[in-house]
Nanobody, 122 residues
């Protein structure tokens, strides 16, 4: 299974916005719930947001709820993460991956793409 390709990261001031994209082509990804994860320096990778294969019922961790919005385009095989009101604690490398099943916050695959760096300055 080809790895997803993440893009859209960058350096932004606190309070700013970024939109991340994940190109995840193939039937496996198209039929899977998808999630965004992040890994900050010195910390374990954590789940951030998830969306079902049909795009319903997004799931967010408490710290990003109301600020981040996950969406997917199953025609173009893209999963997006719109991030607003960014905080320095959102600084991390962001990854996408399929989820084990809808409702899970664990990745289905153990391999990861290169991710995209998000840096939020004060």
């Amino acid at each position: 299974q080809a790895q997803p390709v993440e893009s859209g990261g960058g350096l932004v001031q606190a309070g700013g916005s970024l939109r991340l994209s994940c190109a995840a082509s193939g039937r496996t990804y198209r039929s899977s719930p998808m999630g965004w994860f992040r890994q900050a320096p010195g910390k374990e990778r954590e789940f951030v947001a998830g969306i079902s294969n049909t795009g319903i019922g997004p799931d967010y961790i408490a710290s990003v709820k109301g600020r981040f919005t996950i969406s997917r385009d199953n025609i173009n095989d893209v999963v997006s993460l719109q991030m607003s009101s960014l905080k320095p604690e959102d600084t991390a490398v962001y990854y996408c991956n399929a989820l084990e099943f809808w409702g899970s916050r664990r990745s289905r695959f153990s391999t990861w793409g290169q991710g995209t760096q998000v840096t939020v300055s004060t």
